[in-house]
């Protein structure tokens, strides 16, 4: 008998065996995610035997409620943050089934890490200009080049790769997808220190880096299209989330104002009503987009998310490290790799500066909206049937 109702009856009722065999409280994370998957139970769209029972997308949120409620783990994509919000989406939208079969389990239970390696020193904002290389050889490619920015690299096994492959052709039109695992002879990741003195991007270096062929996820110079996958879910990952009211940084601004009354000037209960306002706006319209991406792909909108978030960031950390600046000129903490909640806020303030570069820069992704959602006119730009050998560089 069904007792518990999410969505369609052959969900409840998975849900009611799956928790009835499987306690939360008995097995590891990593046991529980893993049988969780085997069940049908990781997101549910997908197809039978990959994680999912082919059901619709609006089932996972009252699904991931009812575990909760079971006394599962809130759910969330920190184990494995670009697997699970891009990789996967990417995989199971373009892999071939073996492919899928062999990498999506450990994705989803982040027993394999994942890293994305698409922008190079000369390929940032205009990812399609990249010039790392791709030459078959056999059943494999043989891969030259360098990658940058790339987060949790040295942690990863595996990494979304593009690779340009006939130079001869125009930049959108001559790229590969490829999957690379990272533990591949002549790949070499060195991480980057930033200026809160964590070192989570690195870069990467490809000296004849053999990939089969069978881990190529795009036909032969068109990498771009399934690139756009990655893409829209990379913004809709950083932008979309709606949390719950007053969490993150502005919980702890709020919680601080409330605590110490010697904050509270005029200026700045002026500064924290609009940092508060601004922030529950793009809370609200996050939440709208989420619930429309329910029935689909993510659209442009999502940069739009990705640009309010950022900008946000920035304006609350900024007001957090003002009340207290005694703590920015201390902070002294160059570790590594040390939880993020124990900081001083300078941390966050610092951190948040990389917000508006990184996951594509927001001048960028002001563009993507003018052009995609505004529909106004493009800017001038190069002919766009320019063989990517003869583009000045």
């Known amino acids: 008998m069904t007792t518990t109702s999410v969505g369609s009856p052959l969900l409840s009722e998975s849900l009611d065996r799956f928790l009835a065999d499987n306690d939360p409280a008995t097995m590891t994370t990593t046991e529980f995610l893993g049988r969780r998957f085997d069940a049908g139970l990781a997101w549910v769209h997908a197809p039978v035997g990959l994680g999912g029972l082919d059901a619709d997308h609006r089932d996972q949120a009252p699904l991931e409620a009812a575990l909760v409620a079971a006394g599962a783990a809130q759910g969330d994509n920190s184990r494995n943050p670009i697997g699970l919000g891009m990789a996967a989406p990417t995989i199971l939208a373009h892999a071939s089934t073996d492919v899928q079969h062999r990498l999506l389990r450990p994705l989803w239970t982040g027993e394999e890490v994942w890293c994305q390696l698409f922008s190079e020193p000369g390929a940032g904002s205009d990812l399609a200009g990249l010039a790392t290389r791709a030459v078959r050889d056999g059943d494999d490619w043989v891969l030259n080049g360098q990658k940058i920015w790339s987060s949790l690299a040295h942690l990863s096994r595996w990494a979304l790769l593009l690779a340009r492959t006939d130079p001869t052709a125009p930049k959108h039109s001559g790229m590969t997808y490829f999957l690379l695992d990272m533990t591949t002879p002549g790949v070499d990741p060195r991480p980057l220190r930033q200026a809160t003195g964590r070192a989570d991007f690195n870069e990467v270096f490809l000296d004849d880096v053999r990939i089969p062929d069978s881990y190529r996820i795009s036909a032969p110079g068109e990498g771009w299209a399934t690139a756009r996958t990655t893409l829209m879910n990379e913004r809709s990952a950083m932008g979309d989330a709606a949390p719950k009211r007053e969490t993150g940084h502005m919980g702890r601004l709020t919680s601080l104002w409330r605590q110490r009354p010697d904050l509270r000037t005029q200026d700045g209960f002026v500064q924290l009503v609009d940092a508060w306002m601004r922030v529950e706006v793009a809370r609200l319209s996050s939440e709208r987009v989420r619930q429309s991406e329910q029935y689909g792909q993510p659209g442009a909108e999502s940069a739009g998310a990705k640009v309010t978030a950022a900008v946000n960031n920035q304006l609350v950390t900024r007001l957090l490290a003002r009340m207290d600046p005694s703590a920015a000129l201390d902070y002294d903490d160059w570790s590594t790799e040390i939880d993020t909640d ?52």
């Open 342 to 393: 124990v900081r001083p806020e300078t941390f966050h303030y610092l951190r948040a500066r990389a917000n508006t570069i990184e996951g594509g820069t927001s001048e960028i992704l002001l563009g993507q909206i003018a052009d995609r959602v505004l529909g106004l006119p493009r800017e001038h730009r190069l002919d766009p049937n320019t063989p990517w050998q003869e583009i000045p560089r």
